[in-house]
């Protein structure tokens, strides 16, 4: 049984628990920073850190009783859900509950049936409230007082083993399970904040403010990564150039709002025609690039006629009505003597402007990728 003095070594202890979780937030903020392309994976990584965070609090438990523990690992799993979704909650159930578990004890069911119970909150909770919510600290104030109860599966054990633990141990979990929530959820409220303005102000340095496509400096740093792949792993890979044919007249006859229109039309044109993998960047001005990795030049050619066909044969509405325009599009691909990714551009540009000077409306490639000539019988 529990003395009264002990209370204020079970609180000093429980507060050494809040204060290990603060640490979390490091962990959480370089989660959801280095992962940021691969959901799946991320919510793994956060179910783990979760996970480890209820485990690492159980390592600041108080024995206030033969095989029973105080401790607050329900703060991480109570808040998994509400800032890792429910594959993390679920997965931080299973780690702390298999931890409580290892433990033993005669306290081993009530502590399970808590760590559910505090998991299950917090999924109920992020079900209920909109994700909005949850980028500020009002629904913590609803998560708190009731992550909390979980304090009360402590009455699974016999009544005169339970009353006195929860009178002078339970009381000080739910009271530090209450404010563990309230300050780690903060805390992992703000962090999160600062990770999407990093995001947004990422986004915004890397794409074209009208079209939402990639920018020329996305583009570059995308097209390095690309071609050292490929010559690492030997595998091909194309680029087209391609240029809005008499684009100017459009600006002078219709306006800019009417440039601007096409523009907008002909990225979704692209967006639609092309592979996820495929990256279509606006180059500048009129000018449009499409990477294609794991592309030999003959499918890239074959993609750059569909384009072509595709631009032809849309219309662009604007103020009541329809445009037209066709695209010049030149096709190069990694070769011998163009295995850099300025040599590749420069290859790319030389048979665009091959394809304008031919007319226009239509698509060449760079001459060392053209099949020879057939030699005349002698």
Known sequence: MVEPDATAAIMTALAGGVGLLALMTLGYGTVLCRLDDRPLLRRICLGLLFGAGGVAAMLQSVPVAPGVYLDVKAVPVALAAPFGGTLA?????????SGRIAIGGTGMLPGVAGILLAGGIGLLLVWLTPAVEWRGARPLFLLA?????????????????????FIHGGLPVALFTAAGVLMLGTMLARE???????RVLRDAALSDPLTGLAN?????????????????QHTPMSLLMLDIDHFKEVNDARGHDAGDAVLVALSRVLLRG??????VARFGGEEFAILLPCTPVEGAFLLAERLRCAVRDSGIEHDGTVLHVTVSIGVSSLTRNADRPDSLIKAADIALYRAKSDGRDRVCRDHALCPPEPVPAV
Not at 90 to 95: E, G, H, N, R, T
Not at 216 to 232: K, P, Q, S, T, W
């Open 192 to 198: 999160r904040r600062r990770v999407d303005t990093e």
């Open 145 to 165: 007082p009731v992550a909390s109860l979980h304090t009360l599966s402590i009455f699974v054990l016999p009544w005169s083993m339970a009353l006195p633990a």
């Open 216 to 232: 020329r400096r996305a583009f570059f740093g995308a097209i390095d990564r690309e071609v050292a792949g490929a010559l690492r």
């Open 274 to 279: 092309v592979r996820q993998s495929d990256l």
């Open 89 to 97: 909650a679920m997965l931080a159930a299973v780690i702390v509950a």
